[in-house]
């Protein structure tokens, strides 16, 4: 009925709705559905989780409108104590798990529906909180709202809280009535309710399936039938059916009442998504020092093991460089890996539950996620590069430096998006830390001509290259580093000059013998590994509208 499972099996009746038969692309604007587990952002205040809610679902509406709809929903769920306390988690507080729950029921509340549905509502919660929960709802109940639940073991005290309760045993329905007629029913069928039981308990007992050993299943399974026949030729069955029949067959019927249907525009949802995935991180105070300072980290470790290059090449002038490339070239995508797979599995999760309520759609969390990486990503370059660049000695031009800050900023965006579209297919985040790994080792082999040279490998190898990112960005740096440079060999002791090492003694020359033709390429290879990113982002949206599509088909 909230239309969340796909359309893998055959899917028999009808749902009606003040007589009036729902499509099922109708079910998600009727019915609003909270489910098991409360998915919320944990870094963000109870106000500013339902203020964004509220934001996503209502358009063309002043700020204090707003406000006041918030703030009635919070006093209405009992919420206005703990209005600007953090949600937090296991690990950080904040909220008890049942104020977080009520959260989650606020939160579609905001969209006005008539009919919300709830998956064992009660689940975690201690029984103390449980019983509150239920209470609630029941309240909810009176105001004008239809709540269907399901529910776990509740307690006694609750039973007379139901309109109407319903017994489902093997997918068919055993009694569908009120707490009276279900004592009623099931005293005419002899099995009266025991003093001092709990007749959920009892009743669900008596309507369930004893599977421990065969001869204890065939009793079991004879006796839900023949309840089940005889709640079918019961007067309360015949009186459901015949209000089911008038209410599809009156002359006036009352329109269908849909969910608030005034949302934003795609802009404006956008921009809030962004102010919130950027609230949320700004709070997360590691999650921004590690993102800010993990590629400064890696090279700390290069400059402490390197401390300066030289300029000889019986010390390693070229070596070392060659080095120091393959390492920056290698590890930029790994951090802007790292960056996805811990961060955006939380926002997948909350997009995958408020695009099925139909708040948005998941690419729109994506790219608000991208976008919010941006300034955080170019900060870290820039830190990195700062102290990589001059303490190692790199050619002393603040224009080089412009260049090679550029060409490292493209891998660590490269390795993050494409983190972002296998998180689009691939659901744990650990399969796609390898996935990155393997793709950006795999790159480094084929294209940056580093391990081997480009010119001596096969052809399918050859042609493969032009597909990596790290051919362009190795080019770039080789250009940008050994341009114009020039080594000396040992001596000016002619001995020397036979070593066959001192045959790179101009940076020219080792572009030409790793890479020929690089000098000239250097601003079309900028613009072809600044094009992976775009392109990244756009199969990234395409893989979140497909997942979209599946899941609705």
């Not at 709809?69 to 296991?90: C, F, P, Q, T």
């Not at 370059?381 to 990589?388: H, I, L």
């Not at 493209?410 to 390795?415: E, K, Q, R, T, V």
Request: with cysteine.
């Amino acid at each position: 009925m909230s239309g969340r499972l796909r359309r893998t099996g055959t899917f028999l009746g009808e749902v009606f709705m003040n007589g009036r038969l729902l499509h099922r692309d109708q079910f998600q604007d009727c019915f609003s559905y909270v489910q098991q587990s409360d998915t919320l952002l944990s870094n963000l205040t109870v106000r500013e989780t339902l203020r964004y809610a509220a934001l996503l679902a209502v358009h063309r509406c002043s700020p204090g409108f707003l406000q006041k709809k918030v703030d009635a929903v919070m006093v209405e769920l009992s919420l206005s104590h703990v209005a600007d306390r953090l949600i937090g988690n296991y690990n950080l507080g904040g909220i008890s798990n049942g104020e977080r729950r009520r959260v989650s029921i606020a939160a579609q509340l905001l969209q006005d529906p008539k009919v919300m549905l709830f998956d064992e509502p009660t689940t975690g919660l201690d029984c103390m909180t449980a019983n509150q929960i239920v209470v609630l709802l029941a309240e909810l109940a009176r105001r004008n709202r239809i709540v269907i639940i399901t529910i776990h073991q509740p307690r006694s005290e609750l039973f007379q809280l139901f309109d109407k309760i319903a017994i489902l045993s093997y997918g068919e329905l055993v009694f569908c009535g009120t707490p009276v007629e279900m004592l009623d029913f099931f005293n005419g069928c002899n099995y009266p309710c025991p003093e001092h039981s709990n007749p959920f308990d009892f009743y669900m007992d008596l309507t369930s399936v004893d599977t421990q050993s065969k001869e204890r299943e065939m009793e079991t399974y004879k006796r839900v039938q023949m309840i089940e026949s005889a709640y079918k030729e019961s007067a309360i069955y015949h009186k459901t059916l015949e209000n089911i029949e008038r209410a599809k067959h009156l002359k006036t019927l009352s329109t269908v009442p849909f969910k608030t249907k005034d949302s934003p525009g795609a802009l404006s949802k956008l921009g809030v998504l962004l102010r919130r995935v950027t609230r949320n991180l700004l709070r997360n105070k590691l999650a921004v020092i590690m993102r800010l300072v993990q590629n400064l980290i890696m090279g700390l470790f290069v400059v402490f093991y390197l401390l300066r290059v030289q300029n000889d090449v019986l010390k390693g002038a070229v070596q070392d460089r060659v080095g120091l490339l393959y390492q920056f070239v290698g590890a930029t995508p790994y951090t802007g890996m790292l960056n996805a797979v811990n961060l955006f599995p939380v926002l997948r999760a909350v997009s995958d539950q408020e695009s099925q309520d139909g708040l948005y759609q998941k690419w729109q969390m994506l790219l608000a996620y991208v976008l919010h990486v941006l300034p955080f990503s170019v900060i870290a370059t820039m830190m990195f590069s700062s102290v990589c660049y001059w303490t190692l000695g790199l050619y002393p031009e603040v224009a080089r430096f412009g260049y090679f800050s550029a060409a490292l900023l493209a891998p660590h965006l490269i390795g993050e998006f494409l983190s972002l579209v296998l998180l689009g297919m691939v659901q744990n985040p650990n399969v796609v830390n390898s996935m990155v790994a393997l793709l950006s080792v795999a790159g480094i082999f084929v294209g940056s001509g580093l391990i081997r040279n480009t010119e001596e490998m096969s052809l399918p190898f050859k042609i493969l290259s032009y597909f990596t990112f790290q051919k362009y960005c190795s080019e770039i740096l080789i250009v940008n580093e050994f341009y114009g440079q020039n080594f000396i060999c040992g001596s000016s002791n002619g001995s020397v000059t036979t070593n066959p090492m001192c045959a790179f003694t101009q940076g020219i020359q080792f572009i030409e013998r790793t890479c020929p033709g690089a000098t000239s390429r250097f601003t079309t290879n900028f613009l072809i590994l600044y094009a992976f990113i775009p392109v990244l982002v756009m199969l990234g949206i395409v893989v979140f509208k497909v997942r979209d599509h599946l899941i609705s088909r």
